[in-house]
């Protein structure tokens, strides 16, 4: 994490201190591209990769300061996960990305606030309402679950011509998963009855590597 965050204020300020750019080297405004992107999150067992896809959109102000959005979906549905990351992880983020071009390359530090939307992050329990001297089952409902999210790290670009260029992208993507109170149960084995009470698990930040690779237009 100190890496990463040295790796982005370096690429950012390198964006400030960079001389005066001729109009006729100033880059196309902006940039579309594609991209396959992992995610290695915190898991029962350890730290769990999934791999998803996603897209960019790109504005920028001049060669070294830039308006930075990326949307990603994961469509692999973690059944096995902890509590907070079931389900399919679909994300966005909106920020900056900063640094210098130089005639093949570019050096790039990217600060993005986001969200982390999992489509079964809730849960909560329910008793069926069930005839008297029947064994009482419970239900888990699951939920979306959306979580704000920060996205920091650096960014190499690679230009092939002027128009096109290859993108990767790698760093720290920060969760912040909500409070969240559902119902627990208890069982009580002499009259075979279920009840059910209020849990709440605390709000809590995680941290999580990603690594994106893509390819990109120019306009």
Known sequence: MRKTLILASTAIALAFTSGRVSAQSEPAKVELGVHFTSITKPDFDGRKTEVGFGGRFTFNFNRNLAVDTESNFFPHKCRACNNENVGNLAQGFFGVKAGKRFRKF????????????????????????????????????RSRATNFAFDVGGVVELYHSRRIFTRFDGGDTIIRYNQHTFNGFSFDPVTGALTTFPVTRPADTRHNFQFSAGIGIRF
């Open 106 to 141: 570019g050096l790039f530090g990217k600060a993005r606030p986001g969200v982390a939307s999992f489509s079964r992050g809730k849960f909560d329990i329910a008793i069926l309402p069930l005839p008297p001297g029947i064994f009482p089952v419970f239900v888990i409902n």
